[in-house]
Nanobody
Framework: VQLQASGGGLVQAGGSLRLSCTVS????????MSWYRQAPGNQRDLVAT???????NYMASVKGRFTISRDNGMNLVSLQMNSLKPEDTAVYYC?????????????????WGQGTLVTVSS
């Protein structure tokens, strides 16, 4: 299973960016997709999650500014980021959690994308 994140870049404060994450490969049933972010010297924080049933959840500081959505089932997930602030600057990672099926068993697994850098200038 591979996750490919894209869409990061440099934007001025108040601007917008749209991150995308595509999931491919493997016999993997996705239960939830999330975006995390990690600023230099900080821990990796959960930004937003969308479940296979469409429920969403956001960290408090991005509510009303960021929107997580999905297409093609759960194989393409996007994060629309509006009204960006300098404190949103971080490397953003997509994450997929679900059930990995093998020939004779299944297991809970999670996978990570490679990260995409978002830089918001003041």
């Amino acid at each position: 299973v591979q996750l490919q994140a894209s869409g990061g870049g440099l934007v001025q404060a108040g601007g917008s960016l749209r991150l995308s994450c595509t999931v491919s490969g493997g016999d993997f049933s996705i239960n939830a997709m999330s975006w995390y972010r990690q600023a230099p010297g900080n821990q990796r924080d959960l930004v937003a999650t969308i479940t296979s049933s469409g429920m969403t959840n956001y960290m408090a500081s991005v509510k009303g500014r960021f929107t997580i959505s999905r297409d093609n089932g759960m194989n393409l997930v996007s994060l629309q980021m509006n009204s960006l602030k300098p404190e949103d600057t971080a490397v953003y990672y997509c994450n997929a959690r679900g059930i990995q099926r093998h020939s004779d068993y299944a297991e809970s697994k999670q996978y990570w994308g490679q990260g995409t850098l978002v830089t918001v200038s003041s």
